[in-house]
């Protein structure tokens, strides 16, 4: 092989290669987690969404969309969010169990930040949707929504 055959198989290879950056997790400051209904408790569902979809996740920015996206039970007092500070991720997932969250966590990725939902599968052979809900600081980055059956 010629010198000038060489170079052009390594200016190839080097151009057809995607560089491996290591990802800067710590640039994104953790979200601080709010309390906020208990999705086991079943307190609130999601209204005005296409219930045959299979999973719907909703970020609420804002008082209007949360009132138009979320039903609080009637006997249950709607808790007040400062949307100045805070956003709601909401949404559910249709599953054929009786199943219900078992816990829920944000992580931090390279391009935003990802809410993991663990759900713990139940004994019934129930279509249903599990809810989910989880009050945090308010950022512009994406999120991603991860269900995790365990």
Do not use: W
């Amino acid at each position: 092989m010629s010198r000038f055959t060489i170079a052009i198989v390594v200016v190839l290879s080097a151009l057809g290669c995607e560089k491996d950056e290591p990802c800067l997790k710590t640039t994104l400051p953790a979200l601080q987690q709010y309390p906020f209904l208990s999705p086991a408790r079943y307190l609130a569902v999601l209204q005005n969404v296409d219930q045959s979809a299979d999973q719907i996740n909703l970020i609420i920015r804002n008082q209007r969309d949360y009132e138009k996206y979320l039903l609080i039970r009637s006997d249950t007092i709607r808790p007040v969010i400062d949307f100045s500070k805070r956003m709601l991720l909401a949404g559910h997932v249709r599953e054929s169990t009786s199943a219900g969250v078992r816990s829920m966590s944000i992580a931090s990725t390279c391009e935003g930040y990802t809410l993991n939902v663990f759900v713990n599968q139940g004994n019934l052979g129930v279509v249903q949707f599990v809810p989910y809900y989880f009050l945090c600081d308010i950022t512009d980055r994406p999120f991603q929504v991860k269900v995790i059956d365990n």
